[in-house]
């Protein structure tokens, strides 16, 4: 049985807007992971796209879905009010999670001969902490 200061903390934890936050962008990022990793499979296996050419594409994709849901559902302040000026924003952190994700896939891919849709699904967690956090940081709160 737990006690009743435990059962506090945790209700405490789970109120926490933060945690709450947390969950909806996992959720938000499962979302725009299918799509992503779908529209990346669909681009290089029938179009022939190279891999990195569908992933660009496929990451901008989810980018545009991510960044719907994050101002609609996810984040209920935002830091920046001027709407242009946020996106600008939001369009560099993104850049700077494509360069990421496109530098894991294309290492794993090419320096240790992983298939590029597995290499893409280990990218998605270094990519998944440096979005949250960096737009966590300087975009909502």
Known sequence: MISKTIRKK?????????FEQAVKYILTGISCTIVDMLILYLLTKYLS????????????V?????????????????IIENRTLELFYYIIISVVGLLISIGSIWFLTEYFDVHFMVSKFFSLFITFGWNFWIRKKFLHT
């Open 10 to 18: 945790i209700s405490l934890f789970l109120k926490n807007q933060t």
């Open 49 to 60: 796209l190279y891999y990195i050419t569908s992933a660009i594409f496929s990451f901008i």
């Open 62 to 78: 989810a980018v545009i879905m991510n960044y719907i849901m994050s101002i609609y559902w996810v984040f209920k302040i935002r």
